[in-house]
T-cell receptor
């Protein structure tokens, strides 16, 4: 049973380009969470999605950032017109249901985004 | 607003030593607390999850305790090994009933052979 898969592992973009980060949850998991880790900072919640629905995007910047989790395929975190401040490690996590008392959260290996 | 603090930020110990990592949080209305391990260039691995009704959890050489009333948790690592070298993160729900996790900045542990 493969874990949470994220790709690419490393992504380099120039300012103004678009970045697309992909996350395939663990088999049987329909809940996906995206977190961002800025240099020297703790992980920060960005968005929570279920299949075809955005449940909570309160942690995501209102401009340039969007996320989706289609019926088929991976969850996508999309950053338009990237700026240097977007450089960070982006982590995806999944769970079989909404994160509750007894469930550990399973994280992917992350995508390191570097904006030149 | 939930805030998580981890002390120390970095720790270097000789192999074989027992050690304690500390985590404190400001909002005690949590339903669980998780300790994660993060290796360079890799994702997070959940080590232990303590439910709010529990006082501690053990897994091998790891023991985590939780004191909700004082807003503190400790991760005890016995007989440390070089393979334990990593950053250890503490995370709690951002609020009562919240699925969002608030993470500390972590403690970077180096175990010297």
């Amino acid at each position: 049973n493969a874990g949470v898969m994220q790709n690419p592992r490393h992504l380099v973009r120039r300012r103004g380009q678009e970045a697309r980060l992909r996350c395939s949850p663990m088999k049987g998991h329909s809940h996906v969470y995206w977190y961002r880790q800025l240099p020297e900072e703790g992980l920060k919640f960005m968005v929570y999605l279920q299949k075809e629905n955005i449940i909570d995007e309160s942690g995501m910047p209102k401009e340039r950032f969007s996320a989706e989790f289609p019926k088929e395929g991976p969850s996508i975190l999309r950053i338009q017109q990237v700026v240097r401040g977007d450089s960070a490690a982006y982590f995806c996590a999944s769970s079989p249901s909404r994160q509750t008392t007894n469930e550990k959260l399973f994280f992917g290996s992350g995508t390191q985004l570097s904006v030149l | 607003k939930q805030e998580v603090t981890q002390i120390p930020a970095a720790l270097s110990v000789p192999e074989g030593e027992n050690l304690v990592l500390n985590c404190s949080f400001t909002d005690s209305a949590i339903y669980n607390l998780q300790w994660f391990r993060q290796d360079p260039g890799k994702g997070l691995t959940s080590l232990l999850l303590i439910q709010s009704s529990q006082r501690e959890q053990t897994s091998g050489r790891l023991n985590a305790s939780l004191d909700k009333s004082s807003g503190r948790s400790t991760l005890y690592i016995a007989a440390s090994q070089p393979g334990d070298s990593a950053t250890y993160l503490c995370a709690v729900p951002s609020g009562a009933g919240s699925y969002q996790l608030t993470f500390g900045k972590g403690t970077k542990l180096s175990v010297i052979p």
